[in-house]
């Protein structure tokens, strides 16, 4: 027998203020199994099942809110563009949720940098340019909207007008640090673009400075990343059994964020049996669910623990991608479980790329990334994470000797040769459709999302150069010598 209404009302926003989503999702179907013409308990049942990964149901339940009249119907419509294109990867029906939010409210800001994003991960260059001058009109100093729309547009040199108008916005007083961080990573590409680095090299040192002072995020704690990598080694001192016809999974790609891993992805997606998963958070969510983890994979309940999580992980990925034949899951972090995906998937057919340690350590720290990446905003927070990084996948090779690594430097040089190779130890057939990986109309959720987009080119290479006066103790960690690294 169910509780009152308001009892079970007051249950599910107790349990929902707790972050206990599953339980939260429950109480508010048993709500609106009795009271269903409530629009508010549908959004917030909506919010939950996205929290649980139940997608097509967060959908559903978006829709009975739309249907019961709820207040604020283009926010709904937002919403429902996100999980389209974040957690689906349906673009088309995402465009037309916001373009139903913008008929609500053609000043609807947030819609307008979705749009505008999405039309970026698309590659649409100029139909991204419109939505954030539109953003721009409704909002003339909205930092993120002048920030993506620097991003757009390549400087004609160090007295663009756009440097300018940076340097002007920045400038302002009243600006969040979280705005001063988004207008400083766009003033430092707009000059670095134009030649100018170390004058980039000073707008991305205070970016980053300002993300810290955001405070979204934990700050890094270098003790404590050495001791979780200490426990993955511990925890899987053996490699997993391998089993006759086992169930393979998707194409794991992982390596260090700004390795690669898109480019590969890209390329991998024009295959006529590929298809793109993007940056997919199963693996972490499992990871986030085992208790203790990694030790309790290396305990009595480990095959058990192993089982229900590729179950999960299976039924997440059918969900995000159904029908496709095979899957990339282009996860960057997921080389920190390559343990559990071997525990869930023996078979598991996972490649690792790798590029020039202070390309890629001055790559991450020339982008804002997201607050879960704390490494990121320090140079030499970002070699301790790369030599932990190197440390932890020499463990997992000596496992796993059949982890396919992908060198970007040659990649971008040889590619027909790189691609052979890979196909062929991925049990892929060669197709010529992988070398016109721009042809591929496939959304790219990524930091890189325009150089994927462009032909290969060499410049990335070597762009450490540009900056190596400047990273002296960053080669000192890494136990490089004083002179210019090689590879």
């Known amino acids: 027998m169910n509780p009152p209404p308001e009892q079970l009302m007051a249950l599910a926003s107790r349990l929902r203020a707790e972050g206990r989503a599953a339980e939260a999702a429950e109480a508010y179907r048993r709500l609106l199994a009795i009271l269903p013409d409530l629009p508010d ?28 009249g709820v207040s604020g119907p283009e926010e709904v419509r937002l919403n429902r563009a996100v999980i389209l294109t974040d957690d689906l990867g349906r673009h088309e029906p995402a465009e037309a949720e916001l373009a139903a939010a913008l008929a609500l409210r053609p000043d609807y800001l947030p819609a307008l940098l979705n749009l505008g994003n999405l039309h970026e991960d698309l590659g649409r260059r100029e139909a991204a340019d419109a939505a954030y001058a539109r953003a721009l009109e409704v909002d003339p100093g909205n930092a993120v ?7 757009l547009r390549r400087p004609e040199g160090v007295d663009d007008p756009m440097i300018a108008r940076l340097r002007t916005a920045l400038g302002e007083p009243g600006r969040s640090a979280d705005e001063r ?22 707008a991305y040192g205070a970016a980053n400075a300002a993300s810290r002072a955001a405070g979204a995020g934990p700050r890094y704690d270098r003790a404590a990343h050495e001791t979780f990598i200490d426990r993955l080694i511990a925890a899987f001192p053996a490699p997993a059994r391998a089993e006759p016809d086992g169930e393979a999974g998707p194409v794991f790609v ?20 590929v298809t793109a998963g993007g940056e997919l958070g199963l693996v972490p969510a499992l990871a986030g669910r085992i208790r203790p983890y ?3 994979l290396a305990g009595p309940q480990a095959t058990e623990i192993a089982r229900q999580a590729r179950a999960l992980y299976l039924d997440g990925l059918r969900a995000a991608r159904p029908g496709a034949d095979v899957v990339t899951d282009k996860r960057p972090d997921n080389f920190l479980h390559i343990g559990l995906i071997r525990a869930m998937f023996p078979n598991a057919r996972i490649v690792h790329t790798v590029r020039q340690p202070l390309d890629v350590i001055l790559s991450n720290w020339l982008l804002h990334l997201d607050p879960s990446m704390p490494q990121a905003l320090d140079l030499q927070d970002m070699a301790h994470w790369l030599v932990q990084h190197d440390r932890l996948m020499a463990h997992w090779k000596a496992l ?41 109309e496939t959304g790219v ?43």
Do not use: K
Not at 448 to 468: A, D, F, I, K, T
């Open 41 to 68: 308990s549908w959004y917030n049942l909506a919010l939950m099942e996205r929290s649980c990964g139940r997608f097509d149901a967060a959908l559903a339940a978006y829709d009975e809110a739309l249907r019961r």
């Open 181 to 202: 961080a988004e207008l400083g990573f766009a003033l430092g590409r707009a000059l670095d673009a134009a030649g100018d680095h170390d004058a980039a090299f000073e």
């Open 254 to 273: 992982c390596g260090l964020f700004r390795s690669g891993s898109t480019l590969v992805e890209q390329m991998l997606a024009r295959h006529s049996r």
């Open 145 to 151: 909207a002048l920030a993506r729309l620097a991003g």
């Open 400 to 440: 796993y000797p059949d982890i396919v690594e992908v060198d970007y430097d040659r990649l971008v040089v040889e590619p027909r040769e790189v691609l052979e190779d890979l196909l062929q130890r991925l049990g892929l057939d060669w197709e010529d459709a992988v070398l016109d990986f721009r042809g591929a």
């Open 294 to 296: 990694p030790e309790a």
């Open 445 to 487: 959720r990524t930091a890189s999302v325009w150089q994927v987009r462009e032909p290969l080119y060499r410049r990335s290479s070597g762009r450490w150069r540009n900056y190596r006066r400047h990273l002296g103790p960053v080669r000192a960690m890494l136990g490089l010598p004083p002179g210019e690294a090689e590879g």
